[in-house]
């Protein structure tokens, strides 16, 4: 079965978004609560980054789904600010991950994230196709995820925040 890893921002695939909220229904043309649960982000940087909620008000909906129900493409909008600290030295920073995402789920287990504002991913150490990091983008962004796991950051008009850097 199909589904997003969660840092959030998102954990195993550490985009930050987070989790439909329980009981919650649509009628806002399938649009429904999502919140991001407090997650930490290992194997990113040379240490833990640990995210804490400040304000989360995401919404998700999903367009397609495969033939099992599980999401081949989702939309995720809404404000999403997050605390992320250094775990070892007690550094930490907020930033605003507010925006606008949308995630094409590949039958091979591969995905493709399109961003139009703000994002929080983390690309483990380890990886082939970007620096390994914690990153805060702000901007028109691509987020690739090879079915082998290699991960791929296309920053096309956007600012890029090492915060394995800013929090050293």
Same mark, same amino acid.
């Given at each position: &079965?199909?589904?997003?890893?969660? !840092?959030?921002?998102?954990?195993? =695939?550490?985009?930050? +978004?987070? @989790?439909?909220? @329980? ?9 429904? $609560? ?12 040379? /240490?833990?980054?640990? @995210?804490? =909620?400040?304000? %989360? ?6 367009? #397609?789904?495969?033939? %099992? ?6 939309? /995720?909008?809404?404000? +999403?600010?997050?605390? +992320?600290?250094?775990? #070892?030295?007690? *550094? ?13 789920? &590949? ?7 399109? /961003?139009?504002?703000?994002?929080? !991913?983390? !690309?483990? !150490?380890?990886? *082939? #196709?970007? $620096? ?12 690739? =995820? ?6 791929? =950051? *296309?920053?096309?008009? @956007?600012?890029?925040?090492? &915060?394995?850097?800013? +929090?050293?």
């Amino acid at each position: &079965m199909r589904r997003l890893s969660t !840092i959030a921002a998102v954990a195993g =695939i550490t985009v930050v +978004l987070g @989790a439909p909220v @329980a009981g919650a229904t649509g009628g806002n043309d399938g649009w429904v $609560p999502y919140r991001t649960q407090p997650f930490d982000a290992v194997g990113r940087c040379s /240490f833990t980054v640990h @995210a804490d =909620i400040v304000q %989360d008000e995401e919404e998700v909906r999903t367009d #397609a789904t495969f033939p %099992d129900g599980s999401p081949r493409i989702q939309e /995720f909008r809404g404000p +999403l600010v997050i605390r +992320l600290t250094n775990t #070892a030295n007690g *550094k930490s920073a907020v930033r605003d991950v507010s925006g606008y995402g949308r995630v094409v789920n &590949m039958q091979n287990g591969g995905a493709i994230w399109y /961003f139009g504002q703000g994002v929080a !991913i983390g !690309i483990p !150490i380890g990886n *082939k #196709a970007y $620096p390994a990091g914690y990153y805060v983008v702000h901007g028109r962004s691509w987020y690739t =995820i090879r079915p082998d796991g290699t991960r791929d =950051i *296309k920053d096309r008009h @956007a600012d890029v925040e090492n &915060m394995c850097r800013t +929090l050293a």
